[in-house]
């Protein structure tokens, strides 16, 4: 195949890939609204810029915008910016003509041509080079481009979509992104939660990915019992939905001995106070309840290392209350080692440990 060919995947293609809307959105609430803007723009031409951690599915999504778009019947064409020297973007993007440079020996199309009425995805676009970027923007403005090495001007009609997991307001402070750039890219953007935030949503994606796993490794798996599906919802999932559907891909190969099962019971058993295990037998509900207590006491506590044990700050960057902080400072038991920091604080920096607030 070349390589063409293997950017290129067809309508039909991408339809059996996609997973069913209800698996694809879930029940949570922040899918709910991802669903229903992702509904309003698909069938526009409109620029979309998905923003999320990595592994939370975004080109997924771009896909299913793709499929649900007018240019459902072209191409999807992606390009992963990040793993594209900026040396050679320009010719992936662009191409080039016979004897542009050295090794140049047949024409080639970039991949802008190659999405002409269809769907560009560029991903991970923070990772874009300035020059790169100012390439990009030259195109976008008016859709028009020269292959290297060509004076012919050529012009495509293309849906952009973009994704990152960078915050591009972010970047364009440091200066590494350009803002005419983002306001091109950026005429909707999609917030993609990570799985965390989506609790809800881990056993339906769970199933999904056992079915899924099953029939590519034409293998029957045990079904995930209720205990594993609660610890699953306990866990804190850095890799988001990539993380989940490899632990479930080790579930079907590996079996329930060195699958998920073992892997979920380690780590939440390994935040907890051992008290709570007694010979074995743990009671599913406290054992949730104490995981999340013991991890919410680590993060509060980190929180106030952070601020210099100054409270109303600690909540401002936990993004609560300062009552809420107070309420859980006692309830995790850091109400009497906050004051004895505090006064040594004081000690150092002598003042009242009223100021800490
Ligand atoms: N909502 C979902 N339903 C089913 N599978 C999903 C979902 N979101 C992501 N996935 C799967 O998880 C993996 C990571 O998703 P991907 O779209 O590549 O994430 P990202 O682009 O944000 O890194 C892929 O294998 C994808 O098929
Ligand atoms: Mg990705």
Redesign the pocket.
Known sequence: MSAEQRTKTTSTELAN?L?PDE????RSEA?KEVRKRAAKIAGTSIAVL?Y????????????WIHSHSAACHSHFVKVNCAAIPGTLLESELFGYEKGAFTGAREPKPGRVELAHNGTLFL?GIADLDLASQSKLLQFLQDGCFSRIGDEVERSVETRLIC?T?KDLDEEIVKGSFRADLYYRINVVCLK?PPLRDRRE?IPL?AE??LVRCQEQFKKQAEPLSMETLHYMQCMEWPG???E??NGIARHVLLGPTASITEEVTRSVTSSLPSASIREGVVPLKSLCKEAIRASEKNIILSALRANHWNRRKAAQELKISYRLLIYKIRDAGLAAKRKSMASRQEDEAGRSPSAAD
Do not use: Q
């Open positions: 890939a997973p698996v694809l959105f879930g899918m998905l999320g951690p990595k592994g939370t599915g975004k080109e997924l999504l771009a896909r991903d994704a997991d993609l949503d994606l999904h990915f988001n939905i990539r989940l559907s």
